[in-house]
């Protein structure tokens, strides 16, 4: 007689945060959050961003906006993006939701 195994539970997705602050800044000399010019001290470092409250913050919109351009991202991937299926249009959205959080970062 053959044992049911209890199902492995899901590992929950880690992004390697490490991966991401090594990206070149948006603008090289100016914070990835506030836009204010970096201190010398972090410009020679290499840094995105100008303090610990913007690295944090910009985590936190990060991972918000991620979260929602993933789902649309599956969607569109599951169906191609054709007529008549939930995937259609999906692109086009993804590309206005980029710009309302371009516009949004610059207001």
Same mark, same amino acid.
């Given at each position: 007689?053959?044992? *049911?195994?209890? $199902?492995?539970? %899901?590992?929950?997705?880690?992004? #390697?945060?490490?991966? !991401?602050? =090594?990206?070149? %800044?948006? =603008? $090289?000399?100016?914070? #990835? ?5 970096? $201190? ?6 290499? &840094?995105?961003?100008? &303090? &610990? ?9 990060? /991972? *918000? =906006? ?8 599956? !969607? ?5 993006? =054709? /007529?008549?299926? $939930?995937? %259609?249009?999906? *692109?086009?959205?993804? +590309?206005?939701?980029? #710009?309302?959080?371009?516009? +949004? #970062?610059?207001?």
């Amino acid at each position: 007689m053959q044992t *049911l195994k209890a $199902p492995q539970s %899901a590992k929950r997705a880690t992004i #390697d945060r490490g991966d !991401v602050e =090594r990206l070149p %800044a948006m =603008r $090289p000399g100016f914070c #990835d959050h506030c836009q204010n010019a970096l $201190p010398k001290s972090a410009i020679n470092h290499h &840094s995105r961003f100008c &303090s &610990s409250a913007c690295r944090q913050t910009w985590w936190k919109i990060a /991972k *918000l =906006r991620g979260a929602k351009l993933y789902y649309h991202l599956m !969607v569109w991937r599951g169906h191609r993006g =054709r /007529k008549g299926t $939930p995937g %259609a249009g999906r *692109l086009g959205m993804i +590309s206005s939701m980029v #710009d309302r959080f371009i516009q +949004s #970062d610059r207001e």
